[in-house]
């Protein structure tokens, strides 16, 4: 599944909406321009969220092999090349080799959610948190 520009923009205008204007209008307040607001005030307090949906976003960019497997002939990436193997893996039953291709294809995915755990929890759940 490739990454839904909509979905993405649905998103981000919930994030901004959620941002309460009295923080931009103290900046105007100040004199700050409108990008001044944007990259000093808005921009910070939405950079949890901004982050999640980041990491979300690679991470299906990185499982996405379909894509590849229709314009890409001459260049494959990873994940196209592992749902080649897998194919071909289907009517040989070398099962070890077939495991560890598949062991080192997501390893990348797994180490980069162990890092950004507690950032992807926090802003994919706290929406239906009440308090």
């Known amino acids: 599944m490739l990454v839904d520009l909509d979905l993405i923009l649905l998103f981000y205008t ?62 494959p990436t990873l994940s196209l090349g592992i749902y080649m193997f897998q194919e071909i893996m289907i009517y040989k039953s070398n099962y070890p080799l077939f495991f560890a291709a598949i062991l080192i294809s997501v390893l990348p995915i797994l180490i980069i959610f162990i890092i950004f755990q507690k950032t992807i929890m926090e802003n994919t759940v706290a929406g239906g948190l009440k308090g």
């Open 14 to 75: 919930a994030i901004f909406k959620s941002i309460p204007w009295s923080y931009a209008e103290a900046a105007f307040m100040d004199g700050a321009s409108n990008f001044q607001v944007f990259r000093k005030v808005m921009l910070p307090l939405a950079r949890g969220p901004i982050t999640s949906i980041a990491l979300i976003s690679g991470i299906g960019i990185w499982n996405d092999y379909m894509t590849p497997f229709l314009y890409l002939d001459e260049k």
